[in-house]
């Protein structure tokens, strides 16, 4: 991270610029490429012709085209073609599905990241009718990561939100199909593409650039080549303020961690660290798939698709930590001013502050194949066969180390002063003995706090600790299908079809950590330690010494680590000025190994971390039957229906590492270093369990334009990997018992712990939906849904108390250990409401509102308020669409809006919700923004100017409570222009 200050206004230049771009983006030269595509091929045709669709389009005829295919539909499901997607300003999948109807996202530094169907999390995405890996999110349980697929490569994405038959079981909420361009779509060679230059309003002068070609031929209608490749990258500073770790809750039985009662007898909550903070993402996704297509015969069509895509983030940051909770201090100042629990304002006297540089890599890179023949056995019979393998890798790794600018503890450098405590030394003399903190939480954004010293000055700090570590993950899978279709006119039965599925997914992680051997500083090796040390930290004791071997290093002894971040956001003195931050430069932090050793001077080892390492083999078999129906009923009404069921058997084979007593290790305490592989077993754990999922849907046709529509499931969701895999890491604590004879036993007490749980089973769910639609024009639409979704299993997190044997065998002892269980799940309802229209001028409008109200049975937070909202679902959601298509112009603007929703929850310092209920944590309702702008020159042309977050709209989170709310976290939002050019040749 640079020291230079971030950009954090409003530019005048940005606003002008961002005015003239008041329309979504024109056409990209990509979707161009399909514009003049030829008839999909049979098996495909038949999917469109048998699926609801709503299709937003920016063109009168597409538009057209899905309505009409709507009409048609029994199954509900929304999507997006390549067009649309093209003609959004989207980074990525997610931000160009936030558009749709009872589609809700979720954002990763101001980029969509994944999405909730109708409030639902756990949904399943496929490429090609297959499930797809991403080297992020690679997992069971919850929907891959769409941060890593660029818009620019797909043909179309449908979402399901009912299940049917033959679509692949997996998704609580819906099913997300991504699909890729077919080359036989095309007329002929197509050579098309886009350039553009991306800067973000906190940085004007960052351009970063990005980038798409297609080129593909069709010979034909037989032979055919189709390849997309495209890149991008962001830069992006940011600025945000956290709360760190857990705020205060009444623990009967227990002292309360800090005095925070006051004179009028009230309680109120603080954070225990509050943390003003500056960041910079550099972000790079690639992206190319290739399409190979030959079609021998009219009956036989057989094609190849290879798709791969990597993301790589690379974060720098810096926080200032403020420690407004200290053991038997007495932080807070007579003369409290405070809403409920909440504090407005108030001053601290703080002894203990530090800056913390963060480094973090991670890259994800996957591969996805799938070959597949469609052959039309004869005039009624057709089936399909595909044959898919799929690989994905994601690594992380990070870097941290602090900085303090208080005096903090006093140590012993040497034995006579580890055997005279009156000797020992302050960590950081030169530092701060205590300041005053004016904390005032305005409850719009972040807190504002006042300091009384300059924490710019250098000559406070010194170098506390660093440390780092990371994890790989790697996941494989193959996967065949057989699906047959047969056409039979036999009373209302006019299709029969059938399929057989056999998958498996391999998945292992490893998480390590970089240890320093201080073997050459004298430290010492016993019986229960070692010389390895996972952090650098002067105030740690080494075990055999009594005193500490590392020497403090303060700012002014080694200058060439240090930066002065200027202006630091958050930061202002008691005059309300800007204040400057001292902090460690990130200078080589990329390279841990070379970094911490030239830090230390010590040798530096990368060493796997065995209670952060597990493994899952899933195999899956599936077969389903389903038939399709028409027949006029009530007279005159038209009626398509369909029938099915889904038979599914999966077997989890879990590869759980459980740690022994006496545990070994080389480090220096068990906290501070990685225990040794032999203390560890690993248990080969089966989980298997069967799944029978029928399902219905019908289209009725009530009167002309006029369709009614119900469709009724069950469902299932697979487990998050990690939830059944995660090491059981258990704690024991060493106890001397009195024998009858008068000799002595020592044994290890079984005191608690944590892990996965491999006997989870998946969540299921049982959903009904009904709808009305009213096609008042070609291209008009009004349509209302409701829906209701009932589940009867899902899992959560929870500490429960379980009974395991102590370190001799024989006895037990029951000691509370966090886990993932099955609970008794929850409810979702709600209504949807759409209305969309095209004028004769070209001006066009799409609108849409979801209500969905869930609860989840088993939560209750601190004030014992129960079925609360689901995580990640809120109440209400609305989208506006504005067009404009005529005469070479295209343009258009949009606005997406969701209300404050449930991201978590939190217990004081992770107590057992037994004693300490938890407090929700709530995202605050977000809007959103984007526009564009296109002139077409000429057919092979066109000038593109694009922004999205057009009013830098921020996030905000907080404590929910029944007295306040309080201040959690808060990110700093920024508007992103693009410029750019479309071609096509």
């Known amino acids: 991270m640079s020291s230079k200050q971030s950009v954090f206004k409003k530019s005048l230049l940005a606003t002008s610029i961002s005015s003239c771009f008041l329309a979504a983006m024109s056409i990209s030269a990509v979707a161009q490429a399909e514009e003049s595509a030829a008839a999909e091929t049979s098996a495909a045709a038949k999917q469109t012709k048998e699926v609801e669709v709503i299709e937003v389009v920016g063109t009168r005829a597409a538009w057209a085209k899905s309505l009409l295919t709507k009409k048609d539909s029994d199954v509900i499901m929304e999507s997006i073609n390549a067009t649309d997607i093209g003609k959004m300003p989207d980074a990525n999948v997610a931000e160009s599905l936030q558009r749709l109807t009872g589609i809700q996202i979720s954002r990763n530094n101001g980029e969509g990241s994944n999405i909730q169907i109708r409030g639902m999390s756990?949904?399943?995405?496929?490429?090609?009718?297959?499930?797809?890996?991403?080297?992020?999110?690679?997992?069971?349980?919850?929907?891959?990561?769409?941060?890593?697929?660029?818009?620019e490569l797909i043909g179309e994405v449908q979402v399901f939100k009912a299940a049917r038959a033959d679509l692949i079981e997996g998704g609580m909420g819906g099913t997300v199909n991504i699909i890729t361009r077919k080359p036989l779509q095309l007329e002929d060679f197509t050579l098309a593409g886009n350039l553009k230059s991306g800067w973000g309003e906190n940085s004007p002068t960052d351009i970063e650039p990005s980038g798409a070609l297609v080129i593909g031929n069709n010979w034909d209608d037989k032979y055919g080549f189709l390849l997309s490749v495209s890149s991008s990258e962001r830069y992006k500073e940011s600025d945000y303020a956290l709360t760190e770790r857990q705020p205060y809750a009444n623990i009967a039985g227990q002292a309360p961690w800090r005095v925070d009662v006051l004179e009028d007898g009230a309680r109120v909550d603080y954070p225990e660290i509050y943390a003003p903070s500056q960041s910079i993402e550099q972000r790079k996704r690639i992206g190319s798939a290739l399409a190979l297509q030959y079609r021998p015969t009219e009956n036989l069509d057989l094609s190849f698709d290879w798709v791969h895509n990597e993301l790589q983030n690379d974060t720098e940051s810096v926080k200032a930590l403020f420690h407004m909770d200290r053991p038997s201090e007495n932080l807070l100042a007579p003369g409290v001013e405070h809403t409920g629990r909440v504090i407005d304002n108030a001053r601290f006297t703080l002894k203990r502050q530090e800056n913390q540089t963060n480094v973090t890599d991670q890259t994800n890179e996957a591969d996805n194949f799938k070959f597949q023949a469609d052959?039309?056995?004869?005039?009624?019979?057709?089936?399909?066969?595909?044959?898919?393998?799929?690989?994905?890798?994601?690594?992380?790794?990070?870097?941290?180390?602090?900085?303090?600018?208080?005096?903090?503890?006093?140590?012993?450098?040497?034995?006579?002063?580890?055997?005279?405590?009156?000797?020992?030394?302050?960590?950081?003399?030169?530092g701060i003995e205590s300041f005053d903190m004016w904390y005032s939480d305005t409850g719009v954004g972040q807190p504002d706090i006042r300091i009384d010293h300059d924490l710019g000055n250098a000559d406070y700090h010194y170098f506390k600790s660093a440390w780092a570590g990371g994890g790989e993950r790697d996941s494989e899978s193959d996967a065949i299908k057989l699906d047959f279709e047969y056409d039979i006119d036999l009373g209302p039965l006019r299709m029969l079809s059938a399929g057989v599925r056999v998958a498996n997914r391999d998945v292992k992680f490893q998480g390590f950590?970089?240890?320093?051997?201080?073997?050459?500083?004298g430290a010492t090796s016993g019986d229960t330690w070692g010389p390895l040390y996972r952090y650098q930290d002067a105030g740690i004791t080494d075990p055999g010494l009594g005193y500490t071997i590392l020497d403090p290093v303060r700012f002014a002894d080694d200058p060439t680590r240090v930066t002065i971040y200027k202006d630091f956001y958050g930061l202002k003195d008691q005059y309300g000025e800007s204040m400057d931050l001292a902090a460690i430069s990130t200078d080589g932090m990329r390279n841990p190994h070379a970094w911490m050793s030239d830090y230390t001077g010590s040798p530096v080892q990368r060493v796997n971390d065995p209670k952060n390492k597990w493994s899952v083999d899933?195999?899956?078999?599936?077969?389903?039957?389903?038939?399709?129906?028409?027949?006029?009923?009530?007279?005159?009404?038209?009626?398509?229906?369909?029938?099915?069921?889904?038979?599914?058997?999966?077997?989890?084979?879990?590869?759980?590492?459980?740690?022994?007593?006496?545990?070994?290790?080389?480090?220096?305490?068990?906290?501070?270093?990685?225990?040794?592989?032999?203390?560890?077993?690993?248990?080969?754990?089966?989980?298997?369990?069967?799944?029978?999922?029928?399902?219905?849907?019908?289209?009725l046709e009530i009167a002309d334009?006029?369709?009614?529509?119900?469709?009724?499931?069950?469902?299932?969701?697979?487990q998050n990997l990690n939830d059944l895999a995660a090491a059981f890491n258990k704690s024991y604590s060493n106890e001397v018992i009195n024998n009858p004879d008068g000799s002595t036993t020592e044994i290890q007490n079984f005191i608690g712990g944590s892990r996965g749980n491999p006997e989870l089973k998946p969540d299921r769910t049982t959903a009904y939906d009904l709808s009305y639609e009213w096609y008042f024009g070609d291209e008009s639409l009004f349509?209302?849904?409701?829906?209701?979704?009932?589940?009867?299993?899902?899992?959560?997190?929870?500490?429960?108390?379980?009974?395991h044997f102590n370190g001799d065998g024989v006895t037990l002892n029951t000691a509370p250990v966090t886990s993932y269980f099955n609970t008794g799940g929850g409810t979702v309802e709600g209504v949807e409401l759409g209305l969309?229209?095209?004028?004769?001028?070209?001006?066009?409008?799409?609108?849409?509102?979801?209500?969905?109200?869930?609860?989840?049975?088993?939560?209750?937070?601190?004030?014992?308020?129960?079925?609360?909202?689901?995580?990640?679902?809120?109440?209400?959601?609305?989208?506006?669409?504005?067009?404009?298509?005529?005469?070479?112009?295209?343009?258009?603007?949009?606005?997406?809006?969701?209300?404050?929703?449930?991201?978590g929850y939190t217990t004081y310092h992770s107590s057992n919700q037994d004693v300490a209920p938890r407090t929700p944590i709530y995202s605050d309702s977000y809007g959103q923004v984007d526009a564009s702008i296109g002139y077409e020159v000429n057919e092979s042309f066109t000038i593109l100017a694009e922004v999205t977050n057009l009013f830098g709209e921020d996030t905000n989170q907080y404590l929910g409570t029944d007295a306040s709310d309080q201040f959690w976290n808060y990110y700093q939002g920024e508007a992103r222009y693009y410029l750019g050019v479309a071609f096509k040749m």
């Open 513 to 521: 950590e970089y240890v320093v051997d201080y073997t050459n500083r």
């Open 836 to 903: 969309q229209h095209v004028f004769d001028s070209g001006f066009g409008f799409n609108s849409n509102y979801t209500y969905s109200n869930g609860e989840a049975k088993d939560d209750v937070d601190e004030d014992g308020k129960s079925q609360l909202p689901l995580q990640n679902l809120s109440e209400h959601s609305a989208n506006l669409g504005v067009f404009y298509d005529n005469d070479g112009l295209r343009a258009n603007i949009s606005y997406n809006w969701r209300s404050e929703f449930i991201i």
């Open 783 to 803: 349509s209302a849904a409701v829906f209701y979704k009932d589940m009867t299993s899902v899992v959560i997190q929870e500490q429960k108390d379980e009974a």
């Open 618 to 699: 899933q195999e899956v078999k599936s077969i389903y039957l389903m038939a399709d129906f028409e027949a006029d009923v009530f007279g005159d009404m038209f009626l398509t229906a369909n029938l099915g069921a889904r038979y599914v058997q999966t077997k989890i084979l879990v590869k759980q590492q459980t740690s022994l007593p006496n545990t070994p290790t080389r480090a220096s305490y068990d906290w501070n270093g990685v225990l040794d592989e032999s203390g560890f077993i690993a248990t080969p754990l089966k989980n298997d369990f069967n799944d029978f999922l029928p399902s219905f849907s019908a289209n």
């Open 122 to 151: 756990k949904n399943l995405l496929l490429l090609n009718d297959e499930v797809m890996l991403t080297g992020q999110g690679q997992t069971e349980g919850g929907m891959a990561s769409l941060e890593e697929i660029p818009s």
């Open 375 to 430: 052959w039309v056995v004869s005039d009624n019979f057709r089936a399909v066969l595909n044959v898919s393998k799929a690989d994905a890798h994601e690594k992380s790794l990070y870097v941290s180390a602090d900085t303090m600018s208080t005096q903090n503890s006093r140590i012993a450098r040497n034995a006579e002063q580890a055997a005279n405590p009156a000797l020992r030394e302050l960590l950081n003399p030169n």
């Open 705 to 718: 334009d006029m369709f009614v529509k119900f469709a009724a499931s069950k469902t299932m969701a697979r």
